[in-house]
C-alpha cells in the first residue's frame, strides 16, 4: 500500500526529474542558494565514440616539375624492306655553258702522191711530184718527206709498179726504216708491190719511202697508164698527250 502511494506521488510530480537506479547524473544546484544543499560525487569519463566516416576528397594540388629523362632504351629491330617511294623532285638548275670546242679542221692532215718517171737514184727519198692531194701541205714535194704537224695515229700506204728491175722499198720514220718491201721483177711483165701501216708520230716526225740496196733494185716504174702512189693521213689525233 505504501509502494502505490509512492507512485501515484510520481506521476503527479510531472517537473520532477526521473532518477534511474544507476543514474551519476548531477543534480543542478538551486539557481538560488538553498540551505543544505551539496554537491554529488564526479561521475567517471565516458566510453570512447565509434570512428567516425571518411572526409571528402580534397582539391587537386598545383603541377609537379618536368622529371629527368629515362635511359636509352635498346636498339629496335630493322623494318622490313624499304619504304614508299617518296615522291618526284622538282628539275635541277641548267649546268653551266661548255667550253667552245676545237674546230675539227685543226686535225686535218692528208696526202697522196704519185711518181712522175721512174726512180734512179737509191737510198734516198723518192720524190713523188704527182700530187693528188696535198691540202694542208704537211708532205713537201721537193723531198719527198711527210712532216707530221699534228700528233697522233697515221696510216701510210703505197702502191708500186715494178718494171724492168727488182724492187727493195722501205718506209722511213725520220731514220730509221719501219717497213719493208721486195719485189721480183719477171721478164716482159708489169709487177706491183705495196705495203701499208700504222704509225704513231710526233711533232716535227717525218716518213718517206726510199729504195735500199744496190742500184739495181730501184724497178719503181711510172708512166701515163701506171702509177706508183704514197699516201698518209691521220687516224685519229692525241686527245690527252698520251701515245
Ligand atoms: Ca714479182
Redesign the pocket.
Known amino acids: 500500500m505504501l509502494l502505490l502511494q509512492a507512485v501515484l506521488l510520481l506521476l503527479a510530480l510531472p517537473n520532477s526529474e526521473t532518477v534511474t537506479e544507476d543514474s551519476e547524473v548531477l543534480l543542478s544546484p538551486p539557481k538560488e542558494g538553498c540551505a543544505g544543499w551539496m554537491a554529488g560525487v564526479p561521475g567517471y569519463p565516458g566510453h570512447n565514440g565509434t570512428p567516425g566516416r571518411d572526409g571528402r576528397d580534397g582539391t587537386p594540388g598545383e603541377k609537379g616539375e618536368k622529371g629527368e629523362p629515362g635511359v636509352i632504351g635498346p636498339k629496335g629491330d630493322t623494318g622490313n624492306g624499304a619504304g614508299i617511294e617518296g615522291p618526284r623532285g622538282f628539275p635541277g638548275n641548267p649546268g653551266r655553258k661548255g667550253e667552245p670546242g676545237e674546230g675539227a679542221y685543226v686535225y686535218r692532215s692528208a696526202f697522196s702522191v704519185g711518181l712522175d718517171a721512174r726512180v734512179t737514184i737509191p737510198n734516198v727519198p723518192i720524190r713523188f711530184t704527182k700530187i693528188f692531194y696535198n691540202q694542208q701541205n704537211h708532205y713537201d714535194g721537193s723531198t719527198g718527206k711527210f712532216h707530221c704537224n699534228i700528233p697522233g695515229l697515221y696510216y701510210f700506204s703505197y702502191h708500186i709498179t ?1 718494171y724492168l728491175k727488182d724492187v727493195k722499198l722501205s718506209l722511213f720514220k725520220n731514220d730509221k726504216a719501219v717497213l719493208f718491201t721486195y ?4 721478164d716482159k ?1 708489169v ?1 706491183q ?1 705495196s705495203g701499208s701501216v700504222l704509225l704513231h708520230l710526233a711533232v716535227g716526225d717525218q716518213v718517206w719511202l726510199q729504195v735500199y740496196g744496190d742500184g739495181e733494185n730501184n724497178g719503181l716504174y711510172a708512166d701515163n697508164i701506171n702509177d706508183s702512189t704514197f699516201t698518209g693521213f691521220l687516224l685519229y689525233h692525241d686527245t690527252d698527250g698520251s701515245q
Open positions: 715494178v719485189d721480183q721483177y719477171q711483165n709487177d708491190a
